[in-house]
C-alpha cells in the first residue's frame, strides 16, 4: 500500500477501537501491530469496532516497518498497515553570497 515512504512524511494508521479502558484512554488495535495499545480520546460516542485513524511522523524506515512517532504514537508498524498523507519536502539550499 505505501511504497514511497520517507522519513518526516506524515501518515495515518487506521486503527479499529476495541473499548473504553478510563473516561480519557480508548484501546485500539492497530494493523500489524501485536501489542495492546491505548490512545487518549474524550469523545463521549465512541463504540466499540469504530474505525479512527491515528496521524504520526515517520521516523525511521526499514525494508518492510515503518516506525511513526506522534502525539499518541511510537509503534513500528508493516508498510502495508501505513497510509501517505503529506510527503516530506527538504528545504532547498540557497547559495551564500560572498
Request: glycine share 8%; proline share 4%; no cysteine.
Amino acid at each position: 500500500m505505501a511504497k514511497d515512504i520517507n522519513i518526516g512524511d506524515e501518515v495515518a494508521i487506521t486503527a479499529t477501537v476495541r473499548k473504553r479502558v478510563t473516561e480519557d484512554r480508548v484501546a485500539v488495535l492497530i494493523p500489524s501491530y501485536h501489542q495492546p495499545y491505548s490512545i487518549v480520546d474524550t469523545t463521549p460516542n465512541i463504540s466499540s469496532g469504530q474505525k479512527i485513524e491515528l496521524l504520526g511522523e515517520v521516523v525511521r524506515v526499514d525494508e518492510d516497518t515503518v516506525t511513526v512517532g506522534g502525539k499518541d504514537l511510537g509503534i513500528t508498524v508493516k508498510r502495508s498497515a501505513v497510509r501517505l498523507v503529506t510527503s516530506h519536502v527538504a528545504p532547498k539550499r540557497t547559495k551564500a553570497s560572498g
